[in-house]
């Protein structure tokens, strides 16, 4: 059975940082790459980060600088690192693995950016 769980979201202030995993099973991780989306309340789902099998990343703009991807394949897991969060940040995060024709999500994390 595949799963992919987020953890980590929560409440921050404006200019926190904030660290999500998505721990996976089910299927071959390293095989796949791997992306955070988000989406925001009256908002389409938007890519933040991909990290593809090889390690290769890649970032939406506004998140260059700011937000970190990375992957580790022995415990099957992918990390996003928030930093300088801003209150257009808030959304529902979602873990992404993709192989080709092939997509999992997991059931997201809320993160919260209000003083």
């Known amino acids: 059975q595949v799963q992919l769980v987020e953890s980590g979201g929560g409440l921050v202030q404006p200019g926190g940082s904030l660290r999500l995993s998505c721990a996976a099973s089910g299927f071959s991780f390293r095989s796949f790459a791997m992306s955070w989306y988000r989406q925001a309340p009256g908002k389409d789902r938007e890519l933040v980060a991909t990290?593809?099998?090889?390690?290769?990343?890649n970032y939406a703009d506004s998140m260059k600088g700011r937000f970190t991807i990375t992957r580790d394949n022995a415990r099957n897991t992918v990390y996003l690192q928030m930093n300088s969060l801003k209150s257009e940040d808030t959304a529902v995060y979602y873990c992404?693995?993709?192989?080709?024709?092939?997509?999992?999500w997991g059931q997201g994390t809320q993160v919260t950016v209000s003083s």
């Open positions: 990290i593809g099998a090889g390690g290769s990343t």
């Open positions: 992404n693995a993709r192989q080709s024709y092939t997509a999992y």
